[in-house]
């Protein structure tokens, strides 16, 4: 493999990493929805890097072009002042520990498919679901547990500041 196409596959992961970690750090909600598309891209990328184009487009498409361009115009639409929009945030251990350790599993997880490995030639859609649901469907459930995980966190968070 040439080291160009090694270093593209890294900033495909910097990308990533990039957005995952603006959206965690950014208090202000406009970067954060900046950061969550870059997130989006970078894995938009990966699923191409792999060989998986059709999944990478429709990742573009339906989250980047969809639901992302959604959540702007939610923000937009409210109509509060920038002062109101920014996220107040404390570190909770339990929910950084929980993060760490999925994040060590999808490694464990998806060692084998780092950058030691070619991009897959050729895929097609039936290659593309022989794969997703053959080979490589526990890598695809994980990922959905990952993101069912994410969102009851998300909205353990959201509820746990309301006062009721």
């Known amino acids: 493999m040439s080291h160009s196409v090694t270093l593209l596959w890294w900033g495909l992961a910097g990308l990533t990493v990039a957005g995952a970690l603006a959206v965690l750090l950014v208090r202000e909600m ?3 929805m900046l950061g969550l598309g870059v997130f989006l891209v970078g ?30 115009l939610a923000i937009t639409a409210m109509g ?3 002062e109101s929009r920014a ?12 993060s760490l350790g999925l994040g060590a599993v999808l490694v464990l997880a ?4 780092l950058p030691g490995t070619s991009p897959v ?3 097609t859609v039936e290659k593309t ?16 547990v990952v ?3 994410g969102l009851v966190a998300a909205l353990a968070i959201v509820g746990g500041g309301e006062d009721r």
Not at 87 to 98: E, F
Not at 129 to 144: R, T
Request: proline share 0%; no cysteine; hydrophobic share 60%.
């Open 30 to 32: 406009m970067r954060l």
């Open 43 to 72: 894995i938009a990328g990966m699923y191409a890097w792999y060989g998986f184009g059709l999944l990478g487009v429709a990742e573009v498409f339906v989250y980047v072009g969809g639901v992302l361009v959604l959540f702007l």
């Open 80 to 82: 509060r002042d920038s």
């Open 87 to 98: 996220i107040v945030r404390r570190l909770d251990v339990g929910a950084a520990t929980v």
């Open 110 to 113: 998806l060692r084998g498919l």
């Open 121 to 123: 030639a050729g895929a």
């Open 129 to 144: 679901a022989d794969a997703l649901l053959g080979g490589l469907l526990s890598h695809f459930e994980i990922a959905g």
């Open 147 to 149: 993101l069912l995980v």
